[in-house]
Structures are given as structure tokens and as C-alpha cells.
């Protein structure tokens, strides 16, 4: 047997560690579990208990109505009467406090489908967080064996970590040029950690680092962009990467976002860099003029060296330019006034 779940470990780990989809990961993952539990149905999910939501990744062998009633509302009901919302050990139906018959998933719909014992795996990734349910049923009262359940528990985060739906956008964080910091942003605007990365002061909840990068996705799969960041007294920047997050629970979280040094900015100056952030929105000479209070003539100058700096011939080219290299300020993270030099031009 010993050898048995060292083989089945082994093919749990190498499943986890496929560059597949989320959902083809959690149907191979059932290939093994199969060899532990003879089960005749199977389905994985994910649980955004916050949202009240549950995203199923992989079905198999339930009929219509049962499936239909797995994938509602309701379920969720059942899954917070018996505490499998939350972190824990591996529950079988007869290790439950609740009987069978106050249970409305078995009592309405698995009993009279011919399901007779299951086992709920709770999935909590190597970083403690919850994520959600592997959750496999069988026709007889045998099966899960006690040994079962005990190798479930000794694979469960594993198996987390394999469905885990912030692991490609943690990885694609992680493989940003120089990246030195970095924080998952949620749509209220909270931060967490982003597996892999520090924090930084500049990621701090409220920042406006952090809703200028939620605008600037506005739809998009990521988004680059020049934050300064005057540490030390010295007029500095960090490039800014943003990650949109896949679209799968926990739903209220919606983007990585990454710093890390701004690198070659072509010689560039600050408001040079500035200037190409409103060029880039598409902002007239006079506009830009107005949002720097400058003088037109100024602004055409800075857009003389912007492109002879970037070898643009055009302002539409420049902007272009910028988009792809992450190469401007955004009007937001401007600062507040012109140069002296820059108002006597």
C-alpha cells in the first residue's frame, strides 16, 4: 500500500506541475484520486464564499438534476451547514455532524441518484489560502476506506496548489523583467501578497499607484506604465506592470500588480515622459499646455526631443512607442506643477 500512495503522490505532483488549464488539471487529477476512491462521480469547484459563487472546473458522472442542484445557489447552503466552506481534513458523509436526511444535496438528490457515501476534499493552497472542493461519490457505503481519506489529506494541497487560479497570474508576475515587488489588487481596492514578491511602500491600499492601474487595464490582459517614486530625495521611477487576473473565483480579485526598476528610459526627462502620457491619451499641444501650464511652444519643443529621443517621426508613432515599452507617466501620477525653466520658456 506504502508503494501504492508513494505512486499515486508522484502522479498527483507531476499533474500539478503540467503547464495545463486549471480544468484540465483538475480532470487529470481524478485519473489517480480514482485509484484511492472507486468513486462514481466526481466534480471539482471553486468556492468565492464572499461572492457567494462557485465555479465548477470538472463534472463527471451525475445526471441532470443532480447537477443542476450541485451548481446552484442552494449547494452553497449545504456546503456552509456542514463547515467544508472553510479549511480542514477531509470529510466523509458519515464523518459529518449532520445526518444524511437534514442534508438537502443527499436527502433530495445523491440518495435517490443511487450515491450511498463521498468525500468532500477541502483544497487550502501551500500559502494557507482556501480555494475550494474536490468532492467524489460512490455507490457503496465501503468506499472512502479510512486510509483513503488519510492519503486525500496528505495530497489536498497538492491538489490546491494544481487548481489554484492565482498560480498562472503569480508565476507571470514572477517572470516580469527585474520584478521586486508586487501585490494582488481586489476590486474594493484591498491588496494581498503576491506569491513569490515583497511588498512595496508604493503598493500600500489607497495608493494612487493602485487605482491609476485599475483604470489603465479598462478591459485590456495587462497594462505598462512609469510610476516616480522620489525615494532618498532623488528624482527616480519604477515601471509598473498590471496583470488582469483570469476570471475565476476569488472573483473580487482583479489584477497583479508588479513593480520593479524603470530601467532605460531612453534619456528621457520626467516631464518629457509626462508630456507622452497625455500624448498618448491623445491630448492636443494646446490641452497639454493647459494640464502642465505651459506654453504651447514649450510643448512642441518637448515633443521635438520625445522624438528625436525615441526616433518617432510621428506623435502617433511615439505614443505607439510608449504603449509598447510602458514608456510614460499617466496624467494622474503627474506632478503638480511646471519648472521654473519651463514656465519662462
Given at each position: ?29 481524478l ?17 468565492d ?34 463547515g ?15 445526518p ?82 508586487g501585490?494582488?489588487?481586489a ?23 493602485l ?44 489584477a ?7 530601467g ?13 502620457g ?14 502642465f ?50 514656465r519662462?520658456?
Amino acid at each position: 500500500m506504502r508503494s501504492g500512495a508513494f505512486e499515486i503522490a508522484t502522479e498527483v505532483a507531476s499533474v500539478a506541475a503540467a503547464p495545463a488549464r486549471v480544468a484540465e488539471r483538475a480532470e487529470a487529477l481524478l485519473s489517480p484520486i480514482r485509484r484511492v476512491v472507486p468513486f462514481e462521480a466526481a466534480r471539482v469547484y471553486l468556492l468565492d464564499m464572499e461572492r457567494r459563487a462557485e465555479h465548477s472546473l470538472f463534472f463527471e458522472g451525475y445526471d441532470e438534476k443532480v447537477r443542476s442542484y450541485l451548481d446552484s445557489p442552494h449547494h452553497l447552503d449545504d456546503i456552509e451547514l456542514l463547515g467544508l466552506h472553510r479549511s480542514g481534513p477531509p470529510m466523509r458523509l458519515r464523518d459529518l455532524s449532520v445526518p444524511r436526511e437534514e442534508i438537502r444535496s443527499w436527502a433530495e438528490y445523491l440518495t435517490p441518484a443511487g450515491f450511498r457515501e463521498g468525500i468532500g476534499v477541502r483544497l487550502t493552497t501551500s500559502d494557507g489560502r482556501y480555494i475550494g472542493i474536490m468532492a467524489v461519490y460512490t455507490d457503496t457505503a465501503a468506499h472512502p476506506t479510512d486510509g483513503a481519506r488519510h492519503l486525500l489529506g496528505s495530497l489536498s494541497t497538492t491538489m490546491a496548489d494544481a487548481l489554484d487560479p492565482l498560480r498562472s497570474i503569480s508565476a507571470a508576475g514572477r517572470l516580469v523583467r527585474d520584478a521586486g515587488a508586487g501585490v494582488l489588487l481586489a476590486r474594493d481596492g484591498r491588496t494581498q501578497a503576491l506569491p513569490g514578491l515583497s511588498d512595496h511602500a508604493i503598493l500600500a491600499r489607497g495608493s494612487r499607484l493602485l487605482d491609476v492601474a485599475r483604470r489603465q487595464l479598462d478591459g485590456m490582459a495587462h497594462a505598462a506604465f512609469l510610476c516616480p517614486y522620489d525615494a532618498d530625495g532623488e528624482d527616480r521611477h519604477l515601471r509598473v506592470t498590471v496583470l488582469a487576473c483570469p476570471d475565476l473565483p476569488p472573483a473580487h480579485v482583479i489584477a497583479a500588480v508588479v513593480v520593479a526598476p524603470a530601467g532605460d528610459l531612453g534619456r528621457l526627462t520626467r516631464r518629457e515622459l509626462e508630456v507622452l502620457g497625455l500624448v498618448v491619451e491623445g491630448c492636443s499641444n494646446r490641452r497639454i499646455a493647459s494640464a502642465f501650464q505651459l506654453t504651447e511652444r514649450t510643448v512642441a519643443t518637448h515633443l521635438e526631443h520625445i522624438l528625436a529621443k525615441l526616433d518617432a517621426p510621428t506623435r502617433t508613432l511615439a505614443a505607439v512607442y510608449a504603449l509598447r515599452r510602458g514608456l510614460y507617466i499617466p496624467r494622474s501620477l503627474h506632478r503638480a506643477a511646471p519648472h521654473r525653466n519651463e514656465r519662462a520658456r
